[in-house]
């Protein structure tokens, strides 16, 4: 599913919470491993009925734990290693998607990327944050943490989309935006605050997709959108779980009381007016069957572009301000 840009694998790992998961499926794998080789005299096992069994308790077990995950639980499934990136959304939906390099002010961000390509029908120009896979691709694309050249890039696409008359797909995945010294040198803060304005300032379509974490003014600054959705198990929030308990509590070890405090889920801010809708994810999250994931937030952001296609480009951008203007508001 990969693209050469964006290489990696998918992992097969489960997280703290998933134990009684590993468990049935480790015994799972045993049973197939183990067929056909009983030892003389044992007692006869139907090893494909019991294979079924497994396979029915367990798909229960995962429907059940994953239908009351806590706000640290969903943090933890936004953040897991095999859960499809930006990469993995390109390959499948803009297939012949055409990254642009740079800023041209001082260099390229391999943590953000931006592009032009087709999807289903529309011209458009794409933004995302992709993570890595790897080590390898992890520490190239600074685990997705942009940079001020990658938001001036963005700024640059925004730019083009406008000229060219190009709705703009953003699909959100960062801790939040790099805090590092040489960022700070070249003007973060800045680059941010002129990234968001340029979102706000756009005359086309702009449809936002929160597809892992969507952390602090690094996720905003490609996200001011006329639509903005989440999937069911992303997180979308002003600071991590970790950061504010550091704060508050001085603490990380308290990251999951901070997370339920903050109301960082989906299910939270839909009632908050802060997200259009919310995006279904495959039973178990979608690292379990991404491709069905990927093909659903395609879906949704096709009518998202349908029904924002005939407005103008003063109506669009009088709708994303009012929308985010809105946010607080009693």
Known sequence: MRNQACAGIFMKAYLEFEK???????????????????????????????????????????????????????????????????????????????????????????????????????????????????????????????????????????????????????????????????AEERGQAEAIARSTEACLALGTPFVAAIIGEGGSGGAVAIATANRVFMLEHSIYSVISPEGCASILWHKSEKASDAAAAMRITPQDLIDLDIIDAIIPEPVGGAHRAPEKAIDATGDVIERALRELAGLSPDELRRQRREKFLRIGSP
């Open 20 to 182: 009684p998961i590993a468990e049935l499926e480790g015994r799972i794998e045993e049973l197939r491993q183990g067929e056909g080789k009983e030892k003389p005299g044992a007692a006869a096992v139907n090893t494909d009925e019991e294979i079924q069994r497994l396979n029915a308790r367990t798909a229960q077990l995962i429907a059940d734990t994953y239908a009351r995950l806590s706000p640290w639980q969903k943090t933890q499934v936004a953040r897991h290693p095999a859960r499809p990136h930006f990469c993995d959304y390109m390959s499948r939906l803009v297939p012949d998607f055409i990254p642009l390099s740079g800023d041209r002010l001082f260099g390229e961000d391999k943590a953000i990327v931006a592009g032009l390509g087709w999807f289903r029908g529309f011209a458009v120009a794409v933004v995302g944050q992709e993570k890595g896979n790897d080590t390898a691709s992890r520490l190239k694309h600074n685990f997705g943490m942009g940079l001020p050249e990658g938001y001036r890039k963005v700024q640059r696409l925004f730019d083009l989309a406008g000229r060219f008359g190009l709705p703009v797909i953003s699909l959100v995945d960062t801790a939040g935006a790099y805090p590092g010294i040489g």
